[in-house]
């Protein structure tokens, strides 16, 4: 019941979007859901959900839904609540949600928006829940085989804004514009000397989440192709329409340690590496004639009239 969109931020979309069918799901039963832990880790999605029945609070499940608005040129996005609260005195009422929230044009780049989701816009972990289970982890280090693939899942989540769904990605944004990308650290420090907050994204090694609207973020961008020229671009492209127009902020590169996190600042592992080359899922199974050529159903009742 949901509509992918194709974006850097697409693992972190595919959590977002069980967690909306398990609420939808839920609805159905007067239930609703708390997310304590929902992570996107290597090729599979795996969230941790608390279940509560509860008429009262089941009626905000739309407003914990979201449709995703992304633009096609530079992958600004923009989220569209499906439901909103609307409380006067002490009378609370449920409504549909008020939009739209972008225009036709991408204020921008100038190309249109497509449409996805609808997917969770609500938090997706519960910060304490993960604190507590990451001191259980480090405390008990020597029972968990996997233990700094854990840890580093949990320090990543424990680091994450909840309240900033999706994420941008810096290198994609600079290819977007043509220009090599200020690194993670200055990119991060000017987005926090702008008044915004920003931390990591666990399914994204380069995804940046904050609370910064996309305008900002190009005038960062902006504000860093003029000191560093962009390659030649052909005509139209979103790039070139970002970079006609002159940055409203002016960007702020003094680094700021907290724009690193603390794990970063320890040196903690947030992204481990694989442990062998060609890791991950393999060819499904089946019968193979010769080295690497399979054998199709129809050829192995052959071999057995």
């Given at each position: 019941g949901s509509y992918p969109l194709r974006a850097k931020y697409c693992h972190e979309m595919a959590v977002r979007t069980l967690l909306g069918a398990i609420a939808n799901a839920a609805i159905k039963h007067k239930r609703h859901i708390v997310p304590v832990l929902s992570l996107s880790i290597d090729f599979y999605i795996r969230v941790f959900v608390r279940v509560y029945t509860s008429p009262l609070q089941m009626k905000n499940t739309p407003t914990k839904l979201s449709y995703v608005f992304q633009c096609v040129g530079c992958d600004s996005h923009e989220l569209q609540p499906v439901g909103r609260m609307v409380t006067k005195g002490n009378v609370t009422k449920y409504q549909p949600g008020a939009g739209p929230v972008v225009p036709q044009r991408c204020n921008d780049c100038g190309w249109h928006y497509n449409m996805g989701g609808p997917i969770w816009s609500d938090p997706i972990h519960d910060k304490q829940w993960v604190k507590n289970v990451l001191a259980?982890?480090?405390?008990?280090?020597?029972?968990?085989?996997?233990?700094?693939?854990?840890?580093?899942?949990?320090?990543?989540?424990?680091?994450?804004?909840?309240?900033?769904?999706?994420?941008?990605?810096?290198?994609?944004?600079?290819?977007?514009?043509?220009?090599?990308?200020?690194?993670?650290?200055?990119?991060?420090?000017?987005?926090?000397?702008?008044?915004?907050?920003?931390?990591?994204?666990?399914?994204?090694?380069?995804?940046?989440?904050?609370?910064?609207?996309?305008?900002?973020?190009?005038?960062?961008?902006?504000?860093?192709?003029?000191?560093?020229?962009?390659?030649?671009?052909?005509?139209?492209?979103?790039?070139?329409?970002?970079?006609?127009?002159?940055?409203?902020?002016?960007a702020n590169w003094t680094r700021v340690p907290n724009a690193q996190s603390k794990s970063q600042r320890e040196g903690t592992p947030r992204f481990p590496v694989n442990p062998e080359e060609n890791w991950g899922p393999k060819r499904r199974a089946g019968t193979a004639k010769g080295k690497n050529e399979r054998v199709s159903k129809k050829a192995r009742d052959e071999e057995y009239e």
């Open positions: 259980e982890v480090e405390k008990n280090k020597e029972a968990y085989p996997g233990y700094n693939k854990i840890h580093a899942l949990l320090t990543l989540a424990n680091e994450e804004l909840l309240d900033v769904p999706l994420h941008y990605d810096v290198h994609s944004m600079g290819g977007t514009l043509k220009v090599t990308p200020p690194n993670a650290w200055l990119f991060k420090s000017a987005i926090i000397n702008a008044g915004y907050r920003v931390s990591s994204a666990h399914s994204n090694p380069l995804g940046v989440k904050t609370d910064a609207p996309a305008e900002a973020l190009w005038d960062i961008l902006r504000c860093w192709a003029k000191d560093h020229p962009p390659k030649t671009q052909p005509q139209p492209t979103p790039g070139e329409a970002i970079l006609a127009k002159e940055p409203k902020l002016i």
